[in-house]
């Protein structure tokens, strides 16, 4: 489906609210690229997520501990360049809005100011609640994001699921229910119980995004070098592979290597 014409309709945080409302599931994906994001986009993705994610698959770190604020603005700018339809939130990287309020609200200004982007995502629940707040009085819709945060992983001391015990996911209801009171737009749950996941976007009326959450949410967000395949080491039980471009990759560039090697690239009609 193409969806690029000049009559294009920006999808709001409204619009995402009233996909809920009428029971329509809301697709998301991760971009970083101006390339990737105007593919993404085209194909009538509802929200593309600049990601934190980006410090992996991007960087090739191990996790997305280092990714910077500069960079995550550098990655939101090629990405709102590419997209017009596609509601574009980006990552608030770590250390942005851990230390001070006031500096959390310059982060996510600058996010939105330099990049056009249309909302930031942060990790985390209660303990927040103050600078999330701040930053949607600055004008910066927020989405939350609760389960498995990342940005903690040094905390938790493993990606596993997180939420299987009765206190932990009291804490998460209590969470989601405060970041909706605060006034988030939407929210991601990752890596929890899919009972526990349908059991809060039931109970919300914000837009609960998943992954790793089960079915029962409202939206699925999945990371594109995963989905595509690109990323051939990661395969966790939630992800549903679309492509296997690791070795689509790999053939054509062998190919390539090939035909450069063997003289027949380029022939007569590739050049001058
Ligand atoms: O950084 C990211 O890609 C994310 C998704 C996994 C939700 O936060």
Redesign the pocket.
């Known amino acids: 489906m193409s969806v690029h014409n000049e009559n294009i309709k920006k999808i709001s945080t409204k619009a995402l609210l009233e996909m809920k409302d009428k029971g329509e599931k809301i697709s998301m994906l991760?971009a970083y690229d101006y390339s990737m994001a105007s593919i993404i986009d085209q194909a009538g993705m509802d929200v593309i997520?600049v990601?934190?994610?980006?410090g992996n698959v991007m960087a090739g770190y191990s996790s997305?501990i280092p990714v910077t604020l500069d960079q995550m603005i550098y990655h939101a700018q090629c990405v709102v360049r590419g997209v017009k339809r596609a509601h574009v939130v980006i990552?608030m990287p770590f250390g942005s809005y851990q230390c001070d309020e006031s500096e959390a609200v310059r982060a996510a200004v600058r996010i939105i100011k330099e990049s056009g982007a249309d909302s930031v995502?942060i990790?985390g629940g209660e303990e927040f609640a103050g600078t999330i707040k701040k930053i949607i009085n600055a004008g910066v819709p927020v989405m939350g994001?609760l389960g498995l945060m990342?940005q903690s992983i040094n905390k938790y001391g493993s990606y596993a699921l997180r939420a299987k015990d009765d206190a932990e996911a009291q804490k998460l209801i209590s969470d989601a229910h405060k970041l909706q009171d605060i006034g988030c737009y939407s929210l991601?749950l990752?890596k929890i119980p899919a009972v526990l996941a349908k059991q809060v976007a039931e109970s919300l009326d914000i837009p609960v995004i998943g992954?790793g959450a089960g079915g029962g949410v409202d939206g699925q967000?999945?990371?594109m070098h995963d989905m595509l395949g690109i990323n051939n080491g990661f395969s966790p039980k939630f992800l549903r592979k679309y492509a296997n471009l690791f070795d689509e990759i790999t053939k054509a560039v062998g190919s390539y290597i090939s035909d450069v090697k063997s003289s027949s690239f380029p022939n007569e009609s590739e050049q001058y």
């Open positions: 991760t997520l990601g934190d994610s980006a997305t990552d995502k990790e994001h990342p991601v990752e992954i967000v999945l990371v």
